[in-house]
């Protein structure tokens, strides 16, 4: 099988490409040729689209139909166009926002919006010269496009009167500064630079991110491109000559790789794709049936496909955060009816905080994969030109793991367990490693926005529980004897069957064993929770069917790892003090076959079997000892080191012809030998110990031996 081979020259050509920032200036616009232009203001766009986009909210044409023309003054318009206009007073301003000043003609109409009489000031001095005012409508001022049918006419004629001035310069008078958004005239500059500051007809500047903005990046990467030298290689096994393409981005695995180390282009690319998918549900946004948290919950679960799916490889910088938020702020408005300002300040959903959350989850995991994992491999290579400083740690994945100084310590920070560690690590260094681990997550946790995994799903299906539990219809106090007695019966059944099995086996002594653990939460003080573990075993002789031995064994659940009896857990809990007593009876079982082997004790051959039946009553318990694949990772969080402990120690008996054969018993069903091994849990509650194994020179021996 033959692979083609990519050849890729990453870089940039002899002038690098840089970045443009700040607004578009009009000679980047000049230099695009844009064909499509406002009918208001004059302004080129890209598209028809854009154009009709930009009428809608252009300063000029907002301030056209602002402006008061008493030319169409009156009641249903029935003055519309009877105004006579006697001359053209002067104008102001360049071509494409000129303002012209207009001497009407006496009349009587109502201008003011309280209905009161309005007439127009004295527009002229005693030599004849016109007074500008305050630019506004009230001294005759008007838009050139309120005028239009004046430029053939009075313009013109002033025009001619004034041939001093250019038709197509701007226009303006010495001694008076004017606002050019809205013509506001005033004899003081700081007040019109005061005033032109908060001018609410003053345009938006073009963004970078916008249509236009797109076009300019575009045609520098082209020009870029162009400028990078041509490379020619030789492919060393056929000999053929390949011409290298100049690329500043491409796409790999569907993310898109820029050359300028920035995700910009994958950002839009994803935000774009989910744009679709966002607006093609818009009648389910606006259903009125769908409460908001619903909506919400499926805008949550939606983003996280569309969006997540590339945010592993985004650079997080601040404007990339301020670019997530401004575009869920929007999406936000289309959802609850407000405005994306407002919605982005409400933060109904991070999304920044979403996907760092990810991204550092996805961190620990792959940090703690197998070695042979692909994506390990590439993150430690990433990892360390982070610590090296080729690449900075802010916007990295990396960006919100703990400092470091060097990989490897990383790795135990996230809680890394080499293959086969207690093969050649401590139960206590595991149990280290598994702390960190814990410690990762819970860093993880809060990370994670308020809105994620939200208690509101959880309780609902708290509810659901509560409900299935309330439709089991009640049973009597002889129903329930009549159940446990049918229990009682059916785990000494399974008994027997397995104690028929091992003597079909040829086993001629066996170990019946009980065994349970118990715990106790502190209501207040951590420091207070008990856990322990306890066991019982009868050792019978198959052949005489006689009891030879009992014995018997409880502590508490040990989290010291200094101990000798430690066997990996790191917490108090239940679950702890079932798995706590696993150890134990395993190792009192193989050292008892140690003592018995040969001519001492009960005298069992070298390879004689030796049958062990397990009694249990949590299924935790029997399935993190017996599962065939190792734990998943929800199980591994916190119990990872006792569990592969117990696994281990069961792989020793194996090996040492102990053959183990499992068997359930429900509870507190009365039954004798599941109560008594919970008596003895109790008692190492209490703080009583008997027969405790040493575990650590138990897991010692095995390493060195095996």
């Known amino acids: 099988m033959s692979v083609g081979k990519c050849y890729v020259r990453w870089g940039v050509g002899a002038q690098p490409l840089t970045r443009r920032t700040g607004p578009i200036t009009n000679e980047e616009l000049q230099s695009l040729n844009l064909q499509f232009e406002c009918a208001g203001c004059e302004r080129k766009e890209a598209t028809m689209a854009s154009r009709c986009g930009h009428e809608h909210r252009c300063p000029y044409v907002c301030l056209v139909r602002h402006w008061h023309n008493p030319a169409t003054a009156g009641d249903g318009g029935e003055g519309a166009g009877t105004w006579e206009v006697e001359r053209v007073l002067q104008l102001r301003g360049p071509p494409?926002?000129?303002?012209?000043?207009?001497?009407?003609?006496?009349?009587?109409?109502?201008?003011?919006?309280?209905?009161?009489?309005?007439?127009?000031?004295?527009?002229?001095?005693?030599?004849?010269?016109?007074?500008?005012?305050?630019?506004?409508?009230?001294?005759?001022?008007?838009?050139?496009?309120?005028?239009?049918?004046?430029?053939?006419?009075?313009?013109?004629?002033?025009?001619?009167?004034?041939?001093?001035?250019?038709?197509?310069?701007?226009?303006?008078?010495?001694?008076?500064?004017?606002?050019?958004h809205c013509n506001y005239i005033s004899t003081s500059q700081s007040r019109t630079h005061r005033h032109v500051d908060k001018c609410r007809f003053k345009p938006l500047p073009r963004r970078r991110d916008s249509v236009v903005g797109r076009m300019l990046a575009r045609r520098d990467v082209e020009q870029m491109q162009q400028q990078f030298p041509k490379i020619t290689i030789t492919d060393p096994d056929t000999g053929e000559m390949t011409d290298l393409q100049a690329k500043h981005d491409t796409t790999s695995l569907g993310h898109i790789f820029s050359a300028d180390a920035s995700s910009d282009k994958d950002m839009r690319a994803r935000m774009a794709k989910a744009d679709v998918e966002f607006y093609r549900a818009t009648p389910l946004w606006r259903c009125p049936v769908l409460t908001r948290k619903s909506k919400l919950r499926m805008y949550r679960r939606y983003l996280m496909i569309l969006v997540y799916a590339g945010a592993v490889c985004w650079v997080l910088d601040a404007a990339a955060l301020k670019n997530l938020n401004h575009w869920n702020g929007a999406k936000m408005a289309a959802i609850t009816g407000n405005t994306w300002k407002a919605e982005n300040k409400k933060r109904r959903v991070d999304v920044g905080g979403m996907i760092r959350y990810w991204r550092r989850r996805l961190l620990g995991e792959v940090l703690r994969a197998h070695p042979d994992d692909m994506r390990r491999g590439e993150l430690i290579q990433h990892a360390e030109l982070v610590r090296k400083g080729r690449i900075p740690k802010a916007g990295s994945i990396v960006m919100d793991a703990p400092d470091y100084d060097n990989v490897e310590e990383l790795k135990r920070k996230a809680g890394y367990v080499p293959p086969g560690a207690l093969e050649t690590l401590t139960v206590a260094r595991s149990a280290k490693l598994e702390r960190n681990h814990v410690q990762w997550v819970e860093d993880d946790e809060r990370l994670k926005p308020d809105e994620m995994g939200s208690e509101e799903e959880n309780d609902e299906e708290s509810a659901g529980c509560k409900n299935e539990e309330q439709q089991a219809a009640p049973q009597t106090e002889e129903e329930n004897e009549l159940r446990m007695q049918q229990l009682r019966e059916r785990t000494a059944l399974e008994i027997v069957e397995a104690t028929d099995q091992l003597r079909s086996q040829g086993v001629r002594y066996v170990w019946l064993?009980?065994?349970?653990?118990?715990?106790?939460?502190?209501?207040?003080?951590?420091?207070?929770?008990?856990?322990?573990?306890?066991?019982?075993?009868?050792?019978?002789?198959?052949?005489?069917?006689?009891?030879?031995?009992?014995?018997?064994?409880?502590?508490?659940?040990?989290?010291?790892?200094?101990?000798?009896?430690?066997?990996?857990?790191?917490?108090?809990?239940?679950?702890?003090?079932?798995?706590?007593?696993?150890?134990?009876?395993?190792?009192?079982?193989?050292?008892?076959?140690?003592?018995?082997?040969?001519?001492?004790?009960?005298?069992?051959a070298a390879h004689e079997p030796l049958g062990m039946i397990m009694v249990y009553d949590s299924q935790y318990t029997k399935d993190q000892c017996t599962m065939r694949r190792p734990p998943d990772g929800a199980r591994q969080l916190k119990n990872a080191t006792v569990v592969a402990v117990c696994r281990r120690l069961i792989q020793a008996a194996v090996e040492r012809t102990i053959d183990i054969k499992w068997v359930k018993v429900k509870g507190h069903s009365d039954d004798a030998g599941n109560d008594a091994a919970d008596l003895r849990a109790n008692w190492a509650q209490s703080g009583g110990t008997k027969n405790e194994q040493d575990i650590d020179m138990m897991m010692s021996h095995l390493r060195d031996h095996g």
């Open 513 to 604: 064993v009980y065994h349970d653990g118990g715990y106790t939460p502190a209501e207040k003080d951590k420091s207070k929770e008990k856990s322990g573990w306890g066991y019982t075993a009868t050792v019978t002789d198959l052949q005489t069917n006689a009891e030879i031995e009992q014995r018997e064994g409880y502590g508490p659940v040990q989290l010291d790892p200094d101990d000798n009896t430690f066997c990996g857990c790191i917490q108090l809990s239940n679950n702890t003090a079932e798995l706590s007593a696993v150890p134990h009876v395993l190792t009192d079982a193989i050292c008892w076959r140690r003592r018995n082997s040969g001519r001492r004790g009960v005298g069992l």
């Open 96 to 180: 494409e926002a000129r303002y012209v000043q207009l001497l009407w003609a006496p009349t009587d109409l109502d201008l003011d919006a309280d209905g009161e009489h309005h007439e127009f000031g004295d527009l002229e001095d005693a030599e004849g010269q016109p007074r500008s005012g305050d630019g506004s409508w009230a001294y005759g001022w008007q838009p050139m496009a309120n005028c239009l049918n004046l430029t053939r006419t009075l313009i013109a004629d002033w025009l001619r009167d004034n041939r001093d001035i250019d038709p197509q310069g701007c226009i303006e008078r010495l001694g008076e500064w004017r606002c050019e």
